[in-house]
């Protein structure tokens, strides 16, 4: 399978505080190269981000990044029943290489209030590539005209005819995960919320790639996916569901300059491309990505 080469133009963590709760995110946005990357949070919140652990901000910029992630670094397929390890495709069980296949990157939080249960947040499904939001969860693309060298299984119940152009899309197998790594919990989610087209389908990418190869391949039973995000209380600061709950921050020993304990906690954020998603088209190489990841903070419930 060819290489998706796609890298990452900018991102953007912003840290805020609205009524009772808390938000926070991360915006990416993917071109051929990166050009700029910027984490910073905002003056009226003492929530806090590192790389290290040891040297907290308000701001992480490129440079910063740099220190984790390849200025050359492109997506590669592979797939991951854990979200924590990967293989480097759907075929081979050779390990997928964290910021050489998948983008890999370990965040520190810390904050002195009680907003400290932390989830993904806020999933908008058919962001515009052109137009995206300013706040929100999204993975966004702006997709790749194709047209494959055989008939094949688009859907259950639909072919795609040899040479019939569509626009294909990176962002419907893409995957990101959430690894606590001082509690071995990892999360997995698809944020195109199209379960139907999801991990091991019989259809779609498998079919074409099949009917090209003259094989049967097929994918070992899938890992437990979250399509849906947590819902939040209107009125109270708590969330009503937990679906993608991925931290608490600790107590720990240390104080703030006025004298209130920091709680701290650490994250794995991993970002692939599915290599047995339904969507995992070759096409999809050139795409761009635009991707943002909101987390908003609440009240742990008693």
Same mark, same amino acid.
């Given at each position: 399978?060819?290489?998706?080469?796609?890298?990452?133009?900018?991102?953007?963590?912003?840290f805020?505080?609205l009524?009772?709760?808390?938000?926070?995110?991360?915006?990416l946005?993917?071109?051929?190269?990166?050009?700029?990357i910027?984490?910073s949070?905002t003056?009226n919140?003492d929530?806090?981000?590192s790389?290290?652990?040891?040297?907290?901000?308000? @701001?992480?910029d =490129?440079?910063?990044?740099d220190l984790?992630?390849a200025?050359?670094?492109?997506?590669?397929?592979?797939?991951?029943?854990?979200?924590i390890?990967? =293989?480097?495709?759907?075929f081979?069980d050779?390990?997928?290489r964290?910021?050489?296949?998948?983008?890999?990157?370990?965040?520190?939080?810390?904050?002195?209030?009680r907003?400290?249960?932390?989830?993904?947040?806020?999933?908008?499904?058919?962001?515009d590539?052109?137009?995206v939001?300013t706040?929100?969860?999204?993975i966004?693309?702006?997709?790749?005209?194709?047209?494959? @060298?055989?008939?094949y299984l688009y859907?259950?119940?639909?072919t795609? =005819?040899?040479?019939?152009k569509?626009?294909?899309y990176?962002?419907?197998?893409?995957?990101v995960?959430?690894?606590?790594?001082?509690?071995n919990? @990892?999360k997995?989610f698809d944020?195109?919320?199209?379960?139907?087209?999801?991990y091991?389908? @019989?259809?779609?990418a498998?079919?074409?790639?099949?009917?090209?190869?003259?094989e049967?391949n097929?994918?070992?039973?899938?890992?437990?996916?979250?399509?849906?995000?947590?819902?939040?209380?209107e009125?109270d600061?708590?969330s009503?569901t937990?679906?993608?709950r991925?931290?608490?921050?600790?107590?720990t020993?240390?104080?703030?300059?006025d004298?209130?304990y920091?709680?701290?906690g650490e994250?794995?954020?991993n970002?692939w491309?599915?290599?047995w998603?339904?969507?995992?088209?070759?096409a999809?190489q050139?795409?761009?990505? =635009?991707?943002q990841?909101?987390?908003?903070?609440?009240m742990?419930k008693?």
């Amino acid at each position: 399978m060819r290489k998706l080469y796609i890298s990452l133009l900018t991102a953007l963590m912003v840290f805020t505080f609205l009524s009772t709760t808390a938000y926070a995110w991360i915006a990416l946005a993917t071109v051929n190269r990166i050009e700029q990357i910027r984490l910073s949070a905002t003056s009226n919140t003492d929530l806090e981000i590192s790389l290290d652990g040891i040297d907290y901000y308000t @701001s992480l910029d =490129k440079e910063m990044l740099d220190l984790k992630v390849a200025s050359n670094f492109k997506f590669n397929e592979v797939t991951s029943l854990d979200g924590i390890t990967f =293989k480097d495709n759907r075929f081979n069980d050779v390990n997928g290489r964290a910021n050489n296949d998948y983008l890999s990157v370990r965040f520190y939080f810390r904050t002195s209030t009680r907003y400290r249960e932390i989830h993904l947040a806020d999933n908008i499904v058919n962001a515009d590539y052109n137009n995206v939001p300013t706040s929100g969860t999204f993975i966004s693309s702006k997709g790749v005209s194709w047209s494959p @060298s055989v008939d094949y299984l688009y859907g259950p119940n639909e072919t795609v =005819k040899k040479d019939e152009k569509r626009i294909y899309y990176a962002k419907d197998a893409m995957r990101v995960s959430f690894y606590n790594p001082n509690t071995n919990e @990892s999360k997995i989610f698809d944020l195109s919320g199209n379960e139907e087209r999801g991990y091991g389908k @019989s259809f779609g990418a498998t079919d074409y790639l099949n009917k090209v190869l003259n094989e049967d391949n097929k994918a070992k039973t899938g890992p437990k996916t979250i399509y849906e995000l947590s819902q939040f209380s209107e009125t109270d600061p708590y969330s009503i569901t937990d679906n993608s709950r991925i931290l608490i921050l600790e107590q720990t020993n240390e104080k703030n300059t006025d004298g209130r304990y920091f709680y701290k906690g650490e994250i794995v954020m991993n970002i692939w491309l599915e290599g047995w998603d339904a969507d995992a088209f070759d096409a999809i190489q050139g795409d761009h990505l =635009k991707m943002q990841f909101m987390f908003r903070a609440v009240m742990t419930k008693q």
